[in-house]
Nanobody, 121 residues
């Protein structure tokens, strides 16, 4: 079993910044890829940013230059630094991890419970 716990969401004015965190815990695993997704009301869940085990990053066009994904391997924690926030960034942000589970001997996808980010105009 793996748990992903997000934190750092909240209400911020347009132009402001927030930093999301996602802590992974549970059975022994290695991280293959981690990422952030978001889901606005009435819309589908979309990719925001991902980071591979080799620290290769990928961003949605809508957040390039404003958001930065990073991780602390020792703490098994993923971060998303969000700057120059816009009202259209308002959504529930979900942490995702593709992990290799040593006991299972295979990969496993895990999701956090989500954290709400609200950007006021």
């Amino acid at each position: 079993q793996v748990q992903l716990v997000e934190s750092g969401g909240g209400l911020v004015q347009a132009g402001g910044s927030l930093r999301l965190s996602c802590a992974a815990s549970g059975s022994e695993f290695s991280i293959i890829t981690m990422g952030w997704y978001r889901q606005a009301p009435g819309k589908q869940r979309d990719l925001v940013a991902t980071i591979t085990s080799g620290d290769r990053t990928n961003y949605a066009d809508s957040v390039k230059g404003r958001f930065s994904i990073s991780r602390d391997n020792a703490k098994k924690t993923l971060y998303l630094q969000m700057n120059s926030l816009k009202p259209e960034d308002t959504a529930v942000y979900y942490c995702n991890a593709r992990l290799f589970m040593f006991q299972l001997g295979r990969p496993l996808d895990a999701w956090g419970q989500g954290t709400l980010v609200t950007v006021s105009s």
